[in-house]
């Protein structure tokens, strides 16, 4: 049986690392933070963390809590416009280049991300 790239990459640690990282990014970025509703990122983060994870063959502890991810409507409340995209960006390049990923797997995890950021874009306001 071939591995998931969940198991490829070193599963839940890695998984942890990214988020970890990208949302020590957040925490001080003045557009991204404020579309927190909680304080504390540590929700958010678990999270991302599940989405992940049962996106690249982990487990499916995210479904089983929050149903089908509906990414587009779960962000339709904030405002995502081109410079909050690259931002995001941004502090997710930082979280994926911290991690000790062989270039194939990285130049894919890269392209899901990338491709995510872009289909979020709700509006080309300020």
């Known amino acids: 049986m071939s591995q998931t790239f969940y198991e490829a990459v070193g599963g839940h640690d ?3 690392a990214l988020v ?6 957040v925490a001080h970025d003045p557009v991204l933070k ?3 509703p909680e304080e504390d990122l540590g929700p958010a983060a678990e999270r991302l963390t599940l989405f992940l994870e049962q996106y690249w063959g982990g487990p499916t ?4 809590e929050r149903g089908h991810p509906r990414l587009r409507m779960r962000h ?9 995209r690259d ?9 994926v280049d911290s991690l000790d990923l062989a270039p194939l797997h990285r130049a894919q ?7 995510a950021a872009h289909s979020m874009l709700n509006t080309f306001e300020d």
């Open 61 to 64: 502890t995210y479904s089983q």
């Open 34 to 36: 404020p579309m927190y």
């Open 76 to 84: 339709a409340p904030y405002k995502v416009n081109p410079d909050a």
């Open 20 to 25: 970890d990282r990208f949302y020590e990014g």
């Open 109 to 115: 995890l890269w392209d899901y991300l990338e491709r």
């Open 14 to 16: 890695t998984f942890v």
């Open 87 to 95: 931002r995001w960006l941004a502090h997710m390049r930082d979280a």
